[in-house]
């Protein structure tokens, strides 16, 4: 078969190097990929954005399959574009990415049906002010609404309570009809150790999490996994492709946080390491909806991701600084390293982003693993190159 992923950072790498795996697969198109991605799959130069250039390459190259990873292009109805070409394609269409994409939309729908989750409020369109008093909390409204800090998205805001307990991230492949959880993953956000400094996508994660318990598994697949597509179908907005759980312990049980439309970055750097069945056969599985017949299978082991970030992320950084350490094809033995923001020019990588690489290592242990993932990031070197000491530590 011959696939195109579109998107350009870590998390699409890891999903390349997935299907790879796969005995079906013949050629991985990227688009547009980066510089570790091109040493794995033909990189094109079509954006992410670009509906009617993907359509164009997909026909003329006779792609039996997109997948479509990153949020935008999905909010943006790519999925809906391809299938109204005859192209297959993998991710949710618009009127349900709509779960990422409209905050509104997905307080609305937790509140109609039930779901656990924080206190009831009006809408954010994107970014997220926690206010520690209640000065903090008028002057973030302010910010929000007439100083328009976040453009038209801020016209309606949420107020929530200031919930407290440990998170969790549970990926979910489905169908429309049945649910299949992914291992857990914790995701640490904070630029610097000890959860401190400005949130940014993601400086490392773990799999699995260790407060994720059989029993907590067992009440979120009840009250929020399967209610979740449930209300999706009601809505008649139905949910194909991979449904993203971000949730937290609270003394009152697991309750919603947000709802992703797409796999997470860095959570598919340390869950899709451990996937055994075939991904290319799940995807098949769940365009078809037949997600039930498959036994999905997940090796024993622990998963552990560090990010190696440009110095200044998640604010301003440089860019262009050659990165030392990885062999030809951008890799190190022993360990996987996913590349987010790399360019290659002359057989060299370079600094092309805010989050540069992903190192990650598996382990029987999560100290295992833990320890040969920063074993592999102190090989490696660029100008300004930033990472967390604390990833996997909890409090």
Known sequence: MRILVIGSGGREHTIIRKLKESPKVDKIYAAPGNGGIAKDAECIDIGAMDKQGIVAFSKENAVDLVFVAPDDPLAAGMVDTLNANGIRAFGPRANAAVIESSKVFSKNLMKKYHIPTEADGLALGKGVIIAQTQKEARDAVKEIMEDKKFGDSGNQIVVEEYLTGPEVSVLAFTDGISLVPMVSSKDHKRAYDNDEGLNTGGMGTISPNPYYTDEIAEICRKTIFEPTVAAMNSENRTFKGCLYFGLMITPDGPKVIEYNARFGDPEAQVVLPRLKTDLLEIVEAVI??????????????????????????????????????????????????????TKLQNGKFYTNGGRVLGITASGKTLDEALEKAYAAVHKISFEGAHYRTDIGKTK
């Not at 017949?293 to 992320?313: K, P």
């Not at 062999?327 to 996913?338: A, H, S, T, W």
């Open 288 to 341: 078809d909806e037949r997600l039930s017949q498959l036994n999905i299978e997940w090796r024993d082991e622990a998963t552990a991701c560090v990010v190696m970030a440009s110095g200044g992320y998640p604010l301003s950084y440089k860019k262009g600084f050659e990165i030392s350490g990885l062999d030809e094809n951008g890799q190190l033995p022993g360990v996987e390293v996913y590349h987010a923001g």
